[in-house]
T-cell receptor
Framework: SQQGEEDPQALSIQEGENATMNCSYK?????LQWYRQNSGRGLVHLILIRSNEREKHSGRLRVTLDTSKKSSSLLITASRAADTASYFCATALGSNDYKLSFGAGTTVTVRA | DTGVSQNPRHKITKRGQNVTFRCDPI?????LYWYRQTLGQGPEFLTY????????KSRLLSDRFSAERPKGSFSTLEIQRTEQGDSAMYLC??????????FGDGTRLSIL
């Protein structure tokens, strides 16, 4: 079974706007990762946040982690058409750091 | 291109046939993973290799599935006696120890 669930399932925004998506998970984690997948392609790693971190930035990406609520959010600022993709959160369970559990993803469409 | 390479990109076969996919990981990566992704879902973990040793197989991997990684380099995933339910995207990823996983563009399998 999959550990994470993303919300919303789909998001449509205008170029230049910010996009926010959320991820909830069920069990304790060591870290949480966000990946992007363009249509018909593999996943690209975006950012990893450890369980003892609350916020992390990478370029136009901002990720937060609230372990008390078992949730994370991904914010993409000043979106571009190239940000159109599906975004997945993934968690590694306990000592099984090799086994990633993905949610169903949020599909983001950025309109020009 | 020094990324993860998967071949073929697409495979169409009749039910009951055997198929084999190949994955060439990033050369210095010691870990290799196989995932399966169905439409609208996130990837699901299938199996994991540390060098040439297959250390875990998911319950999703029935006895019709076998994966190998001879000499700890490329890997193959074989599905015998394919069924309709095997239609999916099969993704390969590799990593150096606990570093984030790098994904290939996958092999899309369609069963007629």
């Amino acid at each position: 079974s999959q550990q994470g669930e993303e919300d919303p399932q789909a998001l449509s925004i205008q170029e230049g706007e910010n996009a926010t998506m959320n991820c909830s998970y069920k069990t304790s984690i060591n870290n949480l990762q966000w990946y992007r997948q363009n249509s018909g392609r593999g996943l690209v790693h975006l950012i990893l946040i450890r369980s003892n971190e609350r916020e992390k930035h990478s370029g136009r990406l901002r990720v937060t982690l609230d372990t008390s609520k078992k949730s994370s959010s991904l914010l993409i600022t000043a979106s571009r058409a190239a940000d159109t993709a599906s975004y997945f959160c993934a968690t590694a369970l306990g000592s099984n750091d090799y086994k990633l559990s993905f949610g169903a993803g949020t599909t983001v469409t950025v309109r020009a | 291109d020094t990324g993860v390479s998967q071949n073929p990109r697409h495979k169409i076969t009749k039910r009951g046939q055997n198929v084999t996919f190949r994955c060439d990981p990033i050369s210095e990566h010691n870990r290799l993973y196989w995932y399966r992704q169905t439409l609208g879902q996130g990837p699901e973990f299938l199996t994991y290799f540390q060098n040439e040793a297959q250390l875990e197989k998911s319950r999703l991997l029935s006895d019709r599935f076998s994966a190998e990684r001879p000499k700890g380099s490329f890997s193959t995933l074989e599905i015998q006696r394919t069924e309709q339910g095997d239609s999916a995207m099969y993704l390969c990823a590799s990593s150096l120890d606990r570093m984030p996983q790098h994904f290939g563009d996958g092999t899309r399998l369609s069963i007629l």
